[in-house]
């Protein structure tokens, strides 16, 4: 199976900070990536697929870069509602789809 | 509005079965993959079953393979997961999800979720 880690498992960032998540895939995907963004007590919502398509109604400070096994979402300024964990997953093998463990940013 | 509705879950004593469904409404069931994705409590993301427009391609976690059957009925614009001989580690809440693309096949990015159904195996 395909392992997904991301780096760092945790940050605190201030409103307006540019943020930096990656991700690394054990072997090459492509670039099948997805990344998700979890607030507590909420469904996953997706924010990129491809590793760089921004999903429809998305904003735009979000963006994901990426191919093979090293991967990136960035969020050029941090808003308010951006608090929350992020997790990348891997489509590139099916069935055997996974997510990485995720990335909690949370206010400095 | 887009909306997946996950049911069926609850308390159930390891080893036994339990069937969630997902009804879906707002767009043409038939026309996207589905899948279910399950969170234990306080933890990550894990992908469990998908299944394509017309149920000839399914998958499943090598965690569930041979254990849990997901299905779905298009005239009910409807999803399903058979699970049994249900496991401790099984714990999680259970969410439908709809895949990305159009075509029907399985892709693998989720774009649609339910508010998912919490399943609790314990004695």
């Known amino acids: 199976a395909i392992q997904l880690t991301q780096s760092p498992s945790s940050l605190s960032a201030s409103v307006g900070d540019r943020v930096t998540i990656t991700c690394r895939a054990s072997q090459g995907i492509s670039s099948a990536l997805a990344w998700y963004q979890q607030k507590p007590g909420k469904a996953p919502k997706l924010l990129i697929y491809?590793?760089?398509s921004l999903e429809s109604g998305v904003p735009s400070r979000f963006s994901g870069s990426g191919s093979g096994t090293d991967f990136t979402l960035t969020i050029s300024s941090l808003q308010p509602e951006d608090f929350a964990t992020y997790y990348c997953?891997?489509?590139?093998?099916?069935?055997?789809?996974?997510f990485g463990p995720g990335t909690k940013v949370d206010i400095k | 509005e887009v909306q997946l509705v996950e049911s069926g879950g609850g308390l159930v004593q390891p080893g036994r079965s339990l069937r969630l469904s997902c009804a879906a409404s707002g767009f043409t069931f038939d026309d996207y993959a589905m899948h279910w994705v399950r969170q234990a409590p306080g933890k990550g993301l894990e992908w469990v079953s998908g299944i394509s427009w017309n149920s000839g391609s399914i998958g499943y976690a090598d965690s569930v393979k041979g254990r849990f059957t997901i299905s779905r009925d298009n005239a009910k614009n409807s999803l399903y997961l058979q699970m049994n001989s249900l496991r401790a580690e099984d714990t999680a809440l259970y969410y439908c999800?709809?895949?990305?693309?159009?075509?029907?096949?399985?892709?693998?990015?989720?774009?649609?979720w339910g508010q998912g159904t919490m399943v609790t195996v314990s004695s």
């Open positions: 491809d590793a760089s």
């Open positions: 999800a709809k895949d990305l693309v159009y075509s029907g096949y399985v892709r693998g990015a989720f774009d649609i």
């Open positions: 997953q891997q489509f590139n093998s099916y069935p055997g789809f996974t």
